[in-house]
């Protein structure tokens, strides 16, 4: 008499709810719920199969002999058992010798039965065991049946890891597939060696057994209107913060978030009498193993997007939000995340984070920046690799190739501690030169700073060799606070930026919120509803309009600046009035410090930010009133190439070494060296040698680069010829070659110019 509905499903579920509550033995336990199934399932036998040193031990039957049980045993892979535990599938056949994986055991009897259906029990995404039924008729069992077993096995798998039966819930179907390597985009460079944590932790489902059906339905609609509403904020979050790439993806989650289908089954399973996390992480399972008898790429992404889903959904209802930051680094970590935003970066304890590896990510995006400056090692575009790795388990990054290696054996470790040493043999050679001149062979004298945006950069900025700090981001500081941080806490910081430099200089750079910079308390409903917020109300255009912020900051810096120079420039001019509006507000409190009388800085150098292509075309109105100029390559060849600079899809599309920019940055540079204003370049393509030689080819003189390109760069430099390169890139420019960056480095290599 097969099952019918739910309700068969439930009374199991109450017998097993009781037996589990019982007193006795676990193997006492086991036996009893073998007979319970089987009798409500009315079947002949029904077995419990658990994974034992890499064995699949028949664990308790009713219907097969009793001598066989602890005695037969199956390897995985092997048998109608084993496949069902090696493939994590279900097998439901009416005449199971037919099937070609079927092995018989002589020991059990089973030759009178015909029919078998087996599902696998999970523990973590893994195989612990196997829960089947057999009949002696021919006949397949009904998809309610197949349904219930395998709501029985979720609730048997609890029961299993609490008396700890098996050694499998412990182990895992990725450990035992052994070493893996994966290749993705290198974004940050550097070596580490680290246990994998996700910055969104897995729940495990630990009650599976619903006491009150009714409150367990009221916690899952709870959990999906909550959840409703994060996926429609989403665009907001920090996470989510930047634009277009991401359109797709939040269009996925909204589209299974109002899915009536997925919460009906989630419902269904509730019925049957299981916990909201019990029946949240059965649904997953049961889509999880029809996906798997798919094989379109496409909807297999999918289903990571509805993954995300069921893990966010399980996250909301077991009241587990926090990430991985708030739980703490027990060790040294490789983070693992969709993506993250600088603010989540920061939140990590840096002494552990060693590495951070993404399935998005982009060379220019604001969290890359910050790993950069903090010195940890970033691999981005590692399609899957949430799915590739458990938490806790080994990995080896290798960020200057690009590649990562999970669950090394002996062998892969021993080859990759060489190769660490190598490089921190390289980096060693690289400090090394730090502290020598920025000078090119024929003579030119470069300045080389760094970027910055925390006071421990300042701190470490004597031993870094930089001339000084050519860009302070002085949003990090807004970005690492819950609340906006007031005028006394930047006038804090400042001081002690500018104590830490001593006689260096710092470039001050007003703040530049918006975009992926989003800050919570300081968004405007219209910008979060943009759809392009890296063009849209950001930066100098915020402040602007926020005066008394702007305000604050300038106060902020004149007294911090007290009796020094003070160097500022303001972010993502587009039009020179926009200059003159800001360096106009900064005077202005320059006069009101002086009627205050507080201490003055002892001089005041104003500069402008050029990362705007139309402000390029206004030069001539700009120079005559600007001390210095700054490049922000970042955002310059992202608005010069229409090219979302967080887009993973377009990180390497256009390179920096394309005529375009180079044209482009020449332009610049020729006029403003005829007005004689000095320019800085400071976005990260300054801080790779290659490019960094082809701006000393088109005139520069003056960076500003991450504290970890100092050595090479430096390097670079003094193995040049700066009017060899200049000759040679005029040459380029003119007649551009098809490869620009093949040509370069077929010079570079020529001339023995250490670029890489
Ligand atoms: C740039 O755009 O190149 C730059 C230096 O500014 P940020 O990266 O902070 O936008
Ligand atoms: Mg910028």
Known sequence: ??????????????????????????????????????????????????????????????????????????????????????????????????????????????????????????????????????????????????????????????????????????????????????????????????????????????????????????????????????????????????????????????????????????????????????????????????????????????????????????????????????????????????????????????????????????????????????????????????HSVEDGETILVDGDNGSVIIRPNRQLLSGFEHRMTLSQKRRAEFAAIRNLPAQTLDGVRCSVMVNAGLAEDAGSLAMSGADGIGLFRTEFQFLVSATLPGRDRQFRLYTKVLEAAGNRPVVFRTVDIGGDKALPYLTDDAEEQAENPAMGWRALRLSLDRSTLMKAQARALIEASGGKVLMVMFPMISEPWEYEEARGLFEEQVEWARHAHRKLPSQILYGAMLEVPALAEMLDQLLPRVDFVSVGTNDLTQFLFAADRSDPRLAQRYDWLSPAILRFLKRILDQAQSAGVPVRICGEMAGRPLEAMALVGLGADNFSITPAAIGPVKAMIRSLDAAAIRTRMGQLLAKPPKDMRKALSDWARRHDVVVG
């Open 1 to 386: 008499m097969p099952l019918s509905a739910a309700t068969s499903a439930r009374e199991i579920l109450t017998g097993l709810h009781a037996i589990m509550a019982s007193r006795g033995s676990a193997q006492s336990k086991l036996d009893k719920v073998v007979d319970l199934i089987a009798e409500k399932m009315a079947s002949e036998v029904c077995s419990i199969y658990l994974l034992r040193e890499n064995n699949l031990e028949l664990f308790a039957t009713h219907g097969l002999r009793k001598e066989a049980v602890h005695v037969t045993r199956l390897r995985m892979g092997e048998g109608l058992v084993g496949t069902i535990a090696a493939e994590g599938r279900i097998l439901n056949l009416a005449e199971a010798a037919e099937h070609p994986a079927f092995l018989y055991k002589p020991e059990t009897g089973e030759e009178h039965f015909h029919s078998f259906a087996g599902v696998p029990i999970m523990r973590l995404e893994s195989p612990i065991g196997v829960l089947a039924v057999q009949h002696a008729d021919p006949r397949r069992y009904e998809e309610v049946e197949i349904e219930a077993l395998q709501t029985v096995a979720m609730v048997l798998s609890e029961m299993i890891a609490a008396a700890r039966l098996t050694d499998g819930a412990r182990r895992s179907r990725l450990r035992s597939a052994g070493p893996l390597r994966l290749s993705g985009l290198r974004l940050v460079a550097g070596m580490a060696k680290g246990v994998a944590v996700f910055h969104e932790p897995r729940v495990v489902v630990e009650h599976t057994v619903a006491d009150d059906i009714e409150a367990e339905r009221a916690r899952v609609y709870g959990a999906f209107r909550k959840m409703r509403e994060q996926i429609d904020n989403m665009a907001k979050e920090a996470e989510f913060g930047t634009i277009g790439e991401h359109q797709e993806i939040l269009e996925t989650y909204r589209m299974f978030a109002y899915d009536e289908g997925w919460s009906r089954r989630i419902n269904a399973a509730i019925d049957s009498g299981l916990t909201a996390e019990a029946a949240i992480e059965r649904v997953q399972q049961r889509t999880r193993a029809r996906m798997q008898e798919i094989d379109d790429p496409l909807l297999k992404e999918r289903m990571h997007d509805l993954e995300d889903l069921s893990n966010r959904l399980l996250r909301i209802v077991s009241g587990r939000m926090g990430t991985a930051a708030q739980t703490g680094l027990a060790r040294d970590a490789v983070l693992i995340a969709r993506n993250l935003g600088p603010a989540e970066l920061l939140e990590y304890d840096r002494r552990r984070l060693k590495a951070v590896l993404l399935e998005e990510g982009s060379l220019t995006s604001h969290m890359v920046i910050v790993a950069r400056a903090i010195g940890v090692p970033v691999i981005g575009r590692l399609h899957d690799i949430r």
